[in-house]
């Protein structure tokens, strides 16, 4: 049986009594181990996917397996359970925060998994050492460039031992180097044998991992689009249409 | 997440506004610190009140005075024979519920004057009284002996006084600096001799006490400096008289009657002082009879008890009043219970308004963490977890005013009682403080409420998105 399981999952909101189909009729497996990027242009319901897939929301329709457990119908405490024990997000913003430091913001999902405090530290001061941070711990993440923001929040999507951890553009706000060396980071981790999975629209994202999910207008794409998957190389990527006016 | 470590992320928020927060606990800290201040000033004002109650023989003293002949009786007034010692045979045999009675018999007319030592005094409160008249009046003897039923019998020339008669008359210790015992001296009464065989405790209301102790003290002081410095000279000039202020204000003015009691066998002021008068009645008329009654809370059905007796000896006729210091407690329960109630009422809107503005600041804070509550969210923290956090920082903030209001009180007391001086020292109980704490982290909880159900309920992708 697949880590996740989608069948037949459908995201429906209503938007001034207009009906919007986020995600219509959906159904894919996800393995153990999988290196996944989810491809798609902006709005075709790839950030819901990820939100369905990470227990942050749950579907109108269909049923959505995580190891073995239906998420569809878990309540709020559950989902959140879900979130804290097998599941570890790496935001595009880093979404750190700004009061902690380090070693705090990495200690906040097990605060909320009822670990004890020298344990905490302990796994939080390992964590740091695999993301090589564990030379910042005291600082605030407003003291750290965005790469090692990103190294943090990295260190804190894997402290608690997720089965799955989601990326939502991880190297979306950082430059090319940085980006790189995220990237870098997350094959490692993925050679590790976690399941990892990338919400991106970058090309050069989608060209490293394996397997590449395209999401159009709310549906499974049959066949990827090569350039989003960045199969075809540079120079055939469209600069923006307003540039070229320009 | 354990207690421990939200209260710690509570007191981080606070540390992190501290403006903002000191701002907010501000009408925690008055309204716990007027509380218990008001609770202090009020139970001050309540135990000197009841002092003084209980200083004239509290609730179960009853006495019984003549009056005259009702208009519906005046036909009759011939039959009256007013309060006579027969009333007083008539209670103990037949008055169960009168535990204690004594008749008093005062001179008539005027105020009689006593002398000894070279001077005299002319006071009211010298009667002719039964030995138990000491325990119905509460009074405690501190030297010498109480005049026994012996000494009634056989009509001796004894007294009892309190210390003021003997200030007035010997001196007081305070000025002599030694102790002044005039037992076996001689008084006289209207011209009467008498010895002196007891004399009263010196009574005082606690606040008396204490500021007497404080110039005590002072003026050891005083003397301790001069026998230090060398000098022997005593401070000259005339002495000064402060006036009629001192020593008898408000709740005092019970204590200095008491002190300025002279009792003497009844037989003694009957058959010595007033028989022989040209004026004098042929049955020893009582100018009251004062009773204890058995017990305080049937004093309606004594009272019925004690007219039907007196009635049966009057023949019907009411030239009898009853006087009970119920109307005293009555006005000191009501004068309190309204100073508590608006003391209450001040210090419950200001604790009000103190929440209220804990729940505002609580709902400006949630606003301006909702990313952090969405990325709380998104890591794990559930629903409760959420709203437990809030509610303990606002509890929080709660317990710190509290605390702080709770120290505050004091200054205010002081402040309070410097700008308005009572006769009453403010008393804070350990009651009135926790009541205040407690209320003010009920407060705490319920300000949070709202500010905590919103953060629990806050949508997690929306919170996450949130700029």
């Known amino acids: ?246 | 997440m354990s207690l421990w470590n939200a209260i710690a992320v509570g007191l981080k928020e606070i540390w992190a506004h501290k403006f903002r927060s000191v701002l907010t606990m501000l009408g925690i800290i008055l309204g716990v610190s007027s509380l218990v201040a008001m609770n202090a000033l009020v139970q001050g004002m309540e135990n000197g009140a009841r002092e003084s109650l209980v200083a004239v023989g509290g609730l179960a003293k009853v006495r019984v005075e003549a009056q005259p002949v009702p208009v519906e009786q005046r036909h009759m007034r011939d039959l009256a024979v007013g309060v006579t010692m027969n009333d007083v045979r008539a209670l103990k045999n037949s008055a169960p519920e009168a535990a204690l009675i004594s008749p008093e018999m005062r001179l008539d007319g005027y105020n009689p004057t006593l002398a000894a030592n070279g001077k005299t005094y002319r006071t009211w409160m010298t009667a002719g009284v039964w030995p138990v008249q000491a325990e119905l009046m509460e009074h405690k003897i501190a030297h010498g002996r109480m005049f026994t039923d012996m000494d009634d019998e056989f009509a001796r020339n004894v007294v009892v006084i309190g210390t003021g008669i003997r200030d007035e008359l010997f001196g007081k210790p305070e000025d002599t600096g030694e102790p002044v015992i005039p037992i076996g001296q001689t008084l006289t009464v209207n011209g009467y001799p008498f010895t002196i065989i007891g004399m009263f405790e010196h009574y005082e209301s606690e606040q008396d006490r204490k500021t007497r102790e404080l110039q005590e003290k002072e003026k050891a002081a005083q003397l301790a400096a001069q026998l230090a410095s060398g000098s022997t000279n005593q401070p000259s000039g005339p002495q000064r008289s402060r006036g009629w202020g001192g020593g008898r204000r408000g709740g005092s003015f019970a204590f200095w009657i008491k002190n300025n009691t002279v009792y003497m066998p009844l037989n003694t002021m009957w058959m010595k002082m007033k028989s022989g008068q040209s004026n004098a009645p042929a049955v020893p008329t009582l100018n009251s009879i004062e009773i204890r009654v058995a017990d305080p809370l049937r004093i309606n059905e004594a009272l019925t008890q004690i007219r039907n007796v007196l009635m049966v000896n009057h023949r019907g006729i009411e030239d009898f009043s009853f006087r009970t210091q119920e109307d005293w407690a009555d006005q000191i329960n009501t004068f309190i219970g309204s100073a508590r109630m608006s003391g209450g009422l001040i210090a419950g809107i200001s604790l009000l308004v103190g929440g209220i503005g804990i729940m505002n600041i609580m709902l400006a804070s949630i606003s301006e963490r909702i990313r952090e509550i969405g990325i709380r969210k998104a890591v794990g923290a559930g629903d409760v977890e959420v709203f437990v956090q809030i509610i303990i920082e606002s509890t929080v903030i709660a317990v710190i005013g509290g605390v702080v209001g709770l120290g505050t009180s004091f200054a205010l007391i002081q402040l309070i009682s410097s700008v308005t001086p009572t006769d009453n020292a403010p008393v804070v109980t350990a009651g009135s403080m926790a009541i205040a704490f407690g209320a003010s982290v009920t407060i705490g909880v319920l300000a949070g409420l709202i500010p905590a159900f919103r953060a629990a309920r806050m949508n997690v992708i929306q919170a996450l998105r949130y700029d």
């Open chain 1, 1 to 246: 049986m697949a880590l996740l399981e989608l069948r037949n999952v459908s995201k429906i909101y209503q938007l001034g009594g207009e009906e919007i189909r986020a995600l219509d009729d959906v159904s894919l497996d996800i393995g153990g181990g999988e290196f996944v990027s989810i491809i798609g242009p902006s709005g075709s319901g790839k950030s819901t996917l990820m939100h369905i897939l990470g227990c942050l929301d749950t579907p109108s329709h269909g049923t959505v397996t995580l190891d073995g457990t239906e998420v569809q119908r878990a309540s709020a405490r559950e989902l959140a359970h879900m979130r804290n024990r097998k599941i570890g997000f790496v935001f595009q913003f880093f979404n750190l925060l700004p009061k902690l430091n380090v070693v705090q913001n990495v200690e906040l999902p097990m605060i909320y998994a009822g670990v004890s405090s020298s344990e905490r530290r302990r796994r939080a001061e390992q964590a740091l050492d695999l993301v090589e941070m564990s030379h910042r711990l005291k600082n605030r993440p407003s003291q750290l460039s965005g790469g090692q923001q990103q190294r943090v929040a990295i260190a804190r999507a894997l402290v608690n031992d997720p089965k799955i951890v989601f990326a939502d553009e991880p190297t979306g706000n950082l430059d090319t180097h940085t980006g790189e060396i995220i990237l870098t980071l997350f094959r490692k981790l993925s050679q590790e044998g976690r399941t990892i999975i990338i919400v991106t629209h970058n090309p050069e994202i989608a060209a490293v991992t394996p397997r590449r999910i395209e999401i159009r207008n709310g549906k499974v794409a049959e066949k990827v689009d090569e350039r989003l998957a960045g199969l075809i190389r540079p120079g055939a990527i469209a600069a923006p249409a307003v540039a070229t006016a320009a």
